[in-house]
């Protein structure tokens, strides 16, 4: 196991996080509209990405039901509004446990036992889960979905894309911080070894069950963050948001972001929502020129690219962009060092 | 009482072509410890090979099946071939993940080529319907259900008695015993591809005859899990069992409880499953507690 590169640590990291930052931060003020949006929604991406990575990269938990707890999160904000009257700043840790509950309630039966089984279980959780949202109209009003107010936080209505775009950084800046240091703690070492080799961890006196549920519940808490933020955002929540492509999505990211690295799981948030984003744009541009009927063939080469990048990435490079990141910078530091 | 026979009927009909799907992932399962999410895929692959061999290219129903067989054996030993045998020795989870993305290639792919909307394959079975005392069965349904039973039923003795069915076993039980005993493990593995890969078209070809040809067609092999997991994973014989189950099971509930619950009875009984009874009616051991 290689350590994450301590990218927020050291006096010229302070100073390279520092930059970041500040881009982020002014960005609203000269970036067109269309990329806050989608840095916004890329935000949101990255701390779903941060919940499966916890899962499956560093306790080697899979999960194929990701999308459909980050939905479990969206309603459960959604209706908090609608019928608890939630504030913002409590609707969105209550998105979150709610869907630690849930997910713990699905995982619990198969937790227990080893190999396939965890896989199945949360498959069957994405389609009972995308089961419930589509057909219990009476709460979630059906594929029709339901409409909220904007958020509100202590009197400030947060309306724009801007705004949120803020909140969505800082919740972002939250859960990364949370992250590095969990995976740097007791905790993050109890589910690398329970990864690494169970029966092991168990000898050495790591109690297994009690680490794969923790894994399990704070992996939907992020999904449960993320779908919160996403139903505050866009302001509405429909159940096709969440189907299962949606599911390959993240576990995409996971796997050419990185598995059980913090850097791989920003990288694989930003590579899986860039890349089908100038899928898009190329089409659109070029579609017409070659008489392809655009709308047709978007969503099924997204399909098989995703994919494609799930296979391929297994096979030749099974850690990901962050592993390719981290040769190329030592690459160039040793050169720079000779030179 | 009539429309509960009736709906019994359909629902086992249905079962037997699980039972069939189930079986060509149970034997890559047994041979090489690799559960391939891709099967759907395969098989909806079949159905458009035999689609377009028959139909586009009007060459009739036999070399259409031809092609469509021939088609789908080096599919699978080009995915065997190139996605699972670099991953050897890899964790499980990885190779499930590896299957996975195989399958979302083929399922793009097939959108791609063929496009989305339902196509009607050339009918292998006859229409008129079935017979049994008082209860009404489909014919097309009754008859892929008699080739699915078949075909299953031969297939369990051919694994059972021979030389191959036994060599698969052993690489089963222990592929590193069997390859010292002189058992070519490779080749297991290819074999058993090519037998998911025959089970994929047949089942492939049959469901597009029942139901209608699209490329969301393999999504039933979500279903097939409760399939395995009832059935037992590493057992050959559990499936049709399970399969009848599983398929009468569905049935039921489309009459009793409305048929939008069908969708998801599955999963259910996965869930239910896995918290009874984790080795299945029919599995031993395997299943690892913690």
């Given at each position: 196991m290689v350590a994450d590169p301590a990218f927020i640590t050291g006096t010229s990291n302070y100073i390279k996080v520092g930059i970041m930052l500040a881009v982020l931060l002014a960005l609203p003020a000269i970036a067109p509209a269309f990329w806050i949006y989608f840095l916004a929604i890329l935000g949101i991406n990255v701390i779903s990405v941060y919940g499966l990575n916890i899962m499956m990269g560093y306790t080697g938990l899979l999960s194929l039901g990701h999308a459909a707890f980050m939905g479990v999160g969206a309603y459960s904000a959604a209706l908090g509004q609608i019928h608890l009257g939630l504030p913002f700043w409590l609707a969105i840790p209550f998105a979150g446990v709610m869907t630690a509950l849930i997910g713990v309630a699905f995982g619990l039966p198969s937790l227990r036992i080893r190999g396939l089984y965890l896989v199945i279980a949360t498959l069957a959780a994405q389609f009972i889960l995308m089961f419930v949202f589509v057909h219990w109209e009476s709460v979630t009003n059906g594929d029709v979905g339901l409409n909220i107010e904007p958020a509100n936080l202590f009197g400030y209505v947060i309306g724009t894309d801007t705004q949120m775009y803020y909140v969505i950084l800082a919740v972002m800046l939250l859960t990364t911080f949370f992250t590095i240091n969990l995976v740097r703690s007791r905790v993050g070492r109890a589910f690398v070894a329970v990864r690494e080799r169970d029966l092991t961890a168990a000898v050495l006196g790591v109690h297994i069950v009690y680490y794969k549920l923790l894994a399990f519940a704070l992996g939907s808490f992020f999904a449960g963050i993320a779908g919160a933020l996403l139903v505050y955002f866009n302001k509405f929540v429909t159940p096709e948001q969440f189907g299962v492509q949606v599911s390959i999505f993240f576990l995409a990211a996971v796997i050419v972001g990185g598995q059980g690295s913090i850097l791989g799981s920003v990288l694989g948030a930003v590579f899986m929502t860039v890349v089908p984003e100038l899928l898009r744009l190329a089409l659109l541009a070029f579609g017409d020129t070659f008489g392809l009927d655009t709308s047709l063939i978007l969503v099924p080469l997204r399909e098989t690219i995703f994919g494609f990048l799930i296979v391929a990435f297994l096979i030749f490079e099974p850690r990901g962009l962050a592993h390719i990141w981290e040769r190329a910078q030592r690459k160039f530091s040793t050169r720079r060092r000779s030179g | 009482m009539t429309l509960f026979l009736d709906y019994s009927a359909l629902g086992i009909a249905a079962g037997g072509l699980y039972a069939l799907i189930a079986l060509g992932i149970i034997v890559i399962f047994k041979a090489s410890h690799t559960f391939n999410f891709a099967m759907g895929e395969m098989m909806t692959l079949s159905a458009y090979i035999f689609y377009t061999f028959a139909?586009?290219?009007?060459?009739g129903i036999a070399y259409g099946l031809i092609a469509a067989a021939v088609g789908s054996i080096v599919v699978a030993l080009v995915i065997e071939r190139t996605v699972l045998r670099p991953m050897v020795g890899q964790p499980f989870i990885a190779i499930v993940m590896a299957t996975f993305g195989v399958g979302s290639v083929l399922r793009g792919l097939i959108s791609l080529v063929w496009g989305p909307e339902d196509r009607q394959v050339p009918s292998l079975l006859a229409r008129d319907p079935v017979m049994l005392g008082d209860i009404f069965i489909p014919g097309k349904s009754a008859r892929a259900f008699a080739i699915a039973v078949i075909i299953v039923i031969s297939l369990l003795a051919y694994l059972r008695y021979s030389r191959a069915g036994i060599a698969l076993r052993a690489a089963a039980a222990d592929q590193i015993t069997a390859y010292s005993m002189g058992i070519d493990v490779r080749r297991v593995i290819q074999f058993s591809w090519i037998i998911a890969a025959l089970t994929g078209c047949i089942s492939g070809v049959l469901i597009a005859n029942v139901n209608s040809l699209t490329p969301h067609m393999g999504l039933i092999v979500l279903n097939i899990l409760s399939v395995l997991i009832l059935g037992g994973l590493n057992s050959i014989g559990g499936v049709l069992i399970a399969g009848l189950i599983i398929g009468w099971l569905e049935a039921m509930t489309g009459l009793f409880l409305g048929s939008e619950f069908r969708e998801i009875t599955p999963y259910i009984l996965v869930l239910l499953v896995l918290m009874v009874r984790p080795t299945g009616l029919f599995g031993t051991k395997e299943v690892e507690r913690i």
């Open positions: - | 139909v586009t290219y009007s060459f």
